[in-house]
């Protein structure tokens, strides 16, 4: 007996990751986009996309629907149609006949996304949406079978027009390419990765990292160190609490929090040494935050989702905007050189380039293969390196 159910979700970034909630519908029973009851409260999740949730037997099915509230809507009612097409069908003892040979690019991948949902691989199914997304948009070929050699040049072109790097479109491939394997192309009509030149990756110099904290508050200077100095990621830095510092053994540990819905990238724990002028820092902001969760939560003691923002604002009021990038050029006026990653490159070259061995900057940074340490390993030029030239006795 067929389950006739077919409801929208809202999939969405809480703050204590990501959740499923029914929608709220509004006057005229359209859908008031982004508003979920949450722990008995309305409230706005902007960051997450539609679902629709059927029945397979007992197991729910997601799929997803997208992240317009119209098309979700829609999308809803074409489910619900075809569950009832299929019941009366069961009744009058008859079957439907679907294409089942042909298999729907959007439900390839919606598959494809809700299974890295099932990996918990949050961060790649976000990837996998927005790739999806982009290539059946350009492509707009409604089957597998449909899917030629030319829409993956076609892919490359568009995101080039659309100003992505190089590096961004090859980056793009490797994830459609996976894409479209999973969802049974011949890999052989797939043409090989677009190649690119590898940019060095940039960082910061010491004089950019001296300013930026001078010109920062107490709580912004805490945010700037710990990417710095620890070479954390956003969301570690984000769900650090006082209880992964160790002050003993100076050491602060990246773990996985269940309270925060928090997973470590790669499900690997690491304990980083933590400098000692960090350290006194940490225990002066504990002093006056003794009760707080978090080492730079919000001041209600939740994760702070606007890190990167803050940054960006920090820098611009402080002057050390660029000029030069689309950001700065842009309304916002807010510098793409100021991000928490750069911090964290500048962290691993760092250590790089006082003689940390490979092995360990790897552990520290929680890479899961040496070669993503390895980009890293960017020759110093510049005025340290000239001194160094210098000093040798050549003959
Ligand atoms: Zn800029």
């Known amino acids: 007996m067929a389950n006739l159910k077919a409801v929208l979700r809202w999939y969405c970034r809480t703050p204590r990751g990501w959740r499923r909630f029914p929608v709220l519908l509004g006057r005229n029973n359209r859908i008031r986009h982004t508003l979920v009851m949450d722990q008995g409260k309305e409230v706005s999740y902007p960051e997450g996309r539609y679902q629709i949730l059927v029945y397979e037997g007992s197991r729910p099915v997601y799929k997803n629907a997208g992240e317009n509230a119209a098309d979700a809507m829609a999308a809803r009612d074409k489910e619900a149609h075809l569950l009832a097409a299929r019941l009366s069908a069961d009744n009058a003892g008859a079957k439907i006949v679907e294409e089942e040979k042909r298999t729907y690019l959007r439900r390839a991948a919606g598959l494809y996304v809700q299974d890295a949902e099932n990996r918990n691989a949050n ?97 912004m200077q805490i945010v700037i160190e710990m990417g710095l100095k620890l070479g954390l990621r956003e969301q570690e830095l984000m769900y650090a609490e006082w209880t992964d510092l160790d002050s003993q053994e100076s050491a602060f540990r990246v773990q996985g929090k269940k309270f925060w819905d928090f997973r470590v990238k790669d499900s690997e724990q690491r304990e980083i040494p933590c400098p000692a002028d960090l350290l006194k820092r940490l225990k002066a902001w504990r002093k006056k935050h003794p009760n707080s969760r978090l080492i730079i939560g919000t001041t209600s003691d939740s994760p702070n989702t606007h890190l990167l923002r ?46 940390v061995d490979l092995k360990t900057v790897q552990h520290y940074m929680g890479h899961a293969d040496l070669a993503s340490t390895m980009r890293y390993l960017r020759p110093a030029v510049g005025k340290e390196s000239q001194a160094r030239i210098n000093a040798i006795q050549w003959v």
């Open 310 to 355: 803050s940054l960006k604002r920090l820098a611009k009021r402080s002057g050390l905007n660029c000029g030069k990038c689309d950001g700065c050029n842009s309304k916002l006026n807010e510098c793409q050189g100021w991000t928490l990653h750069k911090l964290r490159r500048t962290y691993c070259t760092t250590l790089l380039r006082n003689g």
């Open 123 to 219: 961060e790649a199914a976000e990837q996998a949406e927005l790739v999806t997304n982009e290539f059946m948009e350009v492509s707009r070929k409604t089957f597998v079978d449909e899917v030629a050699r030319e829409d993956i040049f076609r892919f490359h072109k568009t995101l080039r027009d659309r100003g992505c790097s190089d590096r961004t479109v090859a980056n793009k491939h490797a994830r459609l390419k996976s894409f479209l394997r999973f969802a049974g192309v011949n890999p052989d009509i797939l043409p090989p990765k677009p190649k690119y030149e590898e940019a060095l990756p940039t960082i910061y110099t010491a004089d950019e990292s001296r300013r930026i904290l001078q010109a920062a508050d107490p709580y």
